[in-house]
C-alpha cells in the first residue's frame, strides 16, 4: 500500500505505530494509499525547521524570493498532468477540472511573482520640517493553512504563495481525504530553489489541527472548510492571539430574471450547478427564478440538459463530473434529497442510488433537480455539497434579492439578467461577499481579492491578492527626522509633530 508521510526536513519517517487514514479512489471505491496523521511532536519538528531558515529568507531580497515563485510556476506547469491525474485518483474529479484546480492556484503564483512591486511601502517626504514618513511591510515568521479536500493543489497555493513570497515560513496541513498533491507541491518549490524548511507539509485530523491552533510560535492562520470547524478555528486562533481567517460553508444563489437569456442560464447551471460533483464551495446549488413563466420555462429547459449529463471516473474524458469524495459523503447528499423529498421538494430528476457499469462501488450521485423548495426547508438551509439543484420560485426581485441576503451562508451569488439597472441594483444591495453578473461562479481572478460573508467567512481579511499580502504581513511605521548634527546643541533631537 501506498504511504503518504509528512514532508519535514530532516524527518525520520512516521513509525508503523502511528494513526493512519485511508485515501480511497472514489472512482473505483477502492483504498489506494494511507497517510500518517501527526501530532505536536510532529508539528515542533516542523517549527524547529521553520524558525531556523525563516530569518534568512525574510532577509533574502523580494527579486530572489520572487525567482523561486518564476521557478515552481515553471515545474507545476512542467508537471501539470501527472498532478492532475494524482490529484484526480484521490478526489475523484475529472482530470479537466483537476487541471482547473492547478491552474487557480498558479495564478496566485503568478500574483507573488509580482512580490517587489507589491512589497513597496509608502512614502511621506516632508511630513513635517525635516520630516519624513514611511511604511513597510515585515512578515509574520511562521504561518500555517488548514485547508479542505476539495481544491487540493488551489487552496494550499492561494496560502502559501503568499505567504512565503511576503517572507514567512509556512506549514500546510492539507484535508487528510486527498493529501498527495499537496506534498508534491512542497518538493517541487524545494526543486525550484526554496530552502528546505521553508514550506513544510504535515498531515492530520483535529488533533494535528488543535496542535497548530495552540503552537506560541505560529503567528497566523489561514483555514478553508466547513462553516463549524472554521467557527472553531477563529475563535481558537484569535484566543490564542493569532491573526485568523477562517472561509466556510456555501449555498451559493443563481437569480433568474424574467428576461434572462435561459439557453446560456441551462448551459451555465450545468457547469455550476454539476461540475466537479458540486463539491465545490462556489458551486450554484440553488436556481431562483423569478416569477412562474420563467420557472416553468426554465425548468422545462434544464430537465433534457440535465438528464444529458454524462457521469463517469475521474480519467473519464468525457465525463461531465465523476464520483463525491467518500462513501460516507455519498450517503450524506442522497440522506439531503431524501430529506427535500420528506420536506415536500419535488424530486424531478432523482440521483439516488445511481451506479456506473463497471463501477458499481464507485460513490457515484446522479444528477438531481429539486423544484419548489422552501427557505423554511432544512435541505435549503444547510450546504448539500453534491450534484443537486434546488429550485426556489421568487415571485419577483425583491423576493430573489432577500433569499441569499438571508440566507446563513454568503459566499457567492450570481444574477442572471439582460437589464444594467436590476443588475446594479441586485449587486450592490446584496448581502454576500462575491457577486456574479451573467457569471456563474465568481471566483475573482488572483489581483483582486476572494472571501464570503456571514457564516462563509471569519476574519476580516481576504484571501490572496492585495488583501492576501496584507494578511500574511504586518506594517512597520517609521518617523524619522536626521538632525544635521552641527555640533553646537542647537540641533538636538525634537519630537516631530505634524501639520
Ligand atoms: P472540513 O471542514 O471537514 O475540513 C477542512 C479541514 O479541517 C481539513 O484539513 C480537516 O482535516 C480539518 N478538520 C476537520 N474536522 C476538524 C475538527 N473537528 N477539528 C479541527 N480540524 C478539523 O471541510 P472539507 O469537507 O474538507 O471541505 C468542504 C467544505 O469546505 C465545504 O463546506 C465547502 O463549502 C468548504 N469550502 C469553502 C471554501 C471557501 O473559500 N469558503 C472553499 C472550499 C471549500
Not at 5 to 29: C, E, L, M
Amino acid at each position: 500500500m501506498r504511504q503518504i508521510d509528512h514532508f519535514i526536513q530532516g524527518y525520520a519517517g512516521s513509525g508503523a505505530g502511528v494513526r493512519k487514514h485511508s485515501i480511497w479512489n472514489p472512482s473505483t471505491g477502492e483504498v489506494q494509499a494511507e497517510v500518517a496523521l501527526g501530532d505536536a511532536s510532529v508539528l515542533e519538528a516542523a517549527i524547529a525547521n521553520a524558525k531556523r531558515v525563516q530569518p534568512e529568507w525574510a532577509a533574502t531580497n523580494p527579486q530572489k524570493r520572487a525567482r523561486v515563485m518564476f521557478e515552481f510556476k515553471r515545474l507545476v506547469e512542467a508537471n501539470k498532468q501527472a498532478l492532475a491525474e494524482l490529484l484526480a485518483s484521490e478526489h475523484g474529479k475529472v482530470v479537466d477540472d483537476a487541471h482547473g484546480d492547478i491552474q487557480r492556484g498558479l495564478e496566485v503564483i503568478e500574483f507573488a511573482c509580482g512580490i517587489p512591486q507589491a512589497l513597496k511601502g509608502e512614502y511621506t517626504n516632508g511630513a513635517g520640517p525635516g520630516i519624513d514618513v514611511y511604511s513597510m511591510r515585515q512578515p509574520l515568521g511562521i504561518g500555517a493553512g488548514i485547508t479542505p479536500f476539495n481544491f487540493p493543489a488551489m487552496i494550499p497555493m492561494w496560502m502559501f504563495g503568499m505567504a512565503i513570497a511576503a517572507g514567512n515560513a509556512f506549514i500546510l496541513k492539507p484535508s487528510e481525504r486527498d493529501p498527495s498533491v499537496p506534498v508534491r507541491l512542497a518538493e517541487l518549490f524545494v526543486e525550484a530553489g526554496a530552502p528546505e524548511g521553508l514550506l513544510q507539509v504535515v498531515h492530520g485530523d483535529k488533533e494535528m489541527v488543535d496542535a497548530i491552533l495552540d503552537h506560541p510560535a505560529i503567528a497566523a492562520i489561514s483555514f478553508v472548510g466547513s462553516s463549524d470547524i472554521a467557527h472553531y478555528i477563529y475563535s481558537r486562533g484569535t484566543a490564542n492571539n493569532k491573526r485568523v481567517q477562517a472561509f466556510g460553508g456555501a449555498k451559493n444563489h443563481g437569480i433568474v430574471m424574467p428576461d434572462a437569456d435561459l439557453d446560456q442560464v441551462v448551459n451555465d447551471l450545468a457547469g455550476a450547478a454539476f461540475g466537479s460533483a458540486g463539491e465545490r464551495c462556489m458551486a450554484l446549488p440553488v436556481v431562483v427564478p423569478v416569477g412562474e413563466d420563467t420557472a416553468n420555462a426554465l425548468r422545462a429547459k434544464l430537465i433534457p440538459a440535465i438528464n444529458a449529463l454524462r457521469v463517469g471516473v475521474s480519467n473519464d474524458p468525457e465525463a461531465h463530473y465523476g464520483p463525491v469524495v467518500t462513501p460516507e459523503h455519498k450517503a450524506r447528499v442522497e440522506g439531503w434529497i431524501s430529506t427535500a423529498e420528506a420536506e415536500g421538494g419535488e424530486i424531478v430528476i432523482d440521483g439516488r442510488g445511481f451506479t456506473l457499469q463497471g463501477h458499481e462501488n464507485g460513490f457515484f450521485v446522479g444528477p438531481t433537480l429539486i423544484d419548489h423548495v422552501t427557505p423554511d426547508m432544512e435541505s435549503y438551509k444547510e450546504e448539500i455539497f453534491g450534484p443537486v439543484l434546488q429550485m426556489v420560485r421568487a415571485k419577483d426581485f425583491e423576493e430573489a434579492l432577500r433569499l441569499p441576503s438571508e440566507h446563513q451562508y454568503g459566499n457567492g451569488v450570481a444574477i442572471f439578467t439582460r437589464n444594467g439597472h436590476a443588475a446594479r441594483e441586485f449587486a450592490h444591495r446584496v448581502n454576500v461577499g462575491m457577486v456574479g453578473i451573467n457569471v456563474p461562479i465568481p471566483v475573482p481572478v488572483a489581483y483582486h481579492s476572494f472571501g464570503g460573508w456571514k457564516r462563509s467567512g471569519f476574519g476580516d481579511i481576504d484571501q490572496y491578492g492585495m488583501e492576501g499580502l496584507r494578511f500574511w504581513t504586518k506594517t512597520k511605521k517609521i518617523t524619522q527626522r536626521w538632525p544635521d548634527g552641527g555640533g553646537d546643541g542647537s540641533n538636538a533631537f525634537l519630537i516631530p509633530t505634524m501639520g
